[in-house]
């Protein structure tokens, strides 16, 4: 575990910042107020994602490979992170669901109800915390592995 140091640390540092992120969500209106503007802006969060997995690579090749990094030492340290990241989703989706931003899935089946984007029952399937802890546990390691991926062309250095 050792060797992993970077790798846990950055992790964390991710889910802090999907946590803040959701919590800037939430005080903004997001998930209430400006529910119609939530799928426009929600998505900026992949901006901070790629921030971090960059800085997060480029601490690993400064600080454990001496300023040099390999495409694939680069890539297998994302798979890492994402990996932890992946461990770590089911406590960040319970802690944005339930203390963060409880009536999120109430306003928003509301809204899509509302909009004709979906009946009751199809929203009622969507919008509650098991569909959303499937579908970010399910996420979080192909969008890591792709966000590694990418980032790790940038990062390596002979």
Do not use: C
């Amino acid at each position: 575990m050792k060797n992993l140091k970077i790798e846990i640390k950055w992790a964390l540092i991710f889910v802090l910042m999907q946590l803040s992120w959701m919590l800037m969500e939430k005080l903004t209106g997001l998930h209430d107020a400006h529910i119609d503007k939530h799928a426009i802006f929600t998505n900026g969060v992949a901006i901070l994602a790629f921030l971090i997995y960059a800085l997060a690579l480029l601490d690993k090749r400064k600080n454990f490979y001496q300023g040099k990094m390999t495409y694939l030492q680069g890539f297998i340290t994302g798979i890492w992170i994402s990996l932890f990241v992946t461990i770590l989703t089911p406590i960040t989706q319970y802690i944005t669901s339930y203390w963060i931003s409880p009536e999120y899935f109430d306003n928003m089946i509301a809204y899509s109800v509302s909009q004709g984007k979906m009946s009751q029952e199809e929203a009622e399937s969507f919008f509650n915390f098991n569909s959303y802890l499937m579908q970010s546990t399910l996420f979080a390691p192909v969008a890591g592995v792709i966000t590694s991926a990418i980032v790790a062309i940038f990062t390596k250095k002979s």
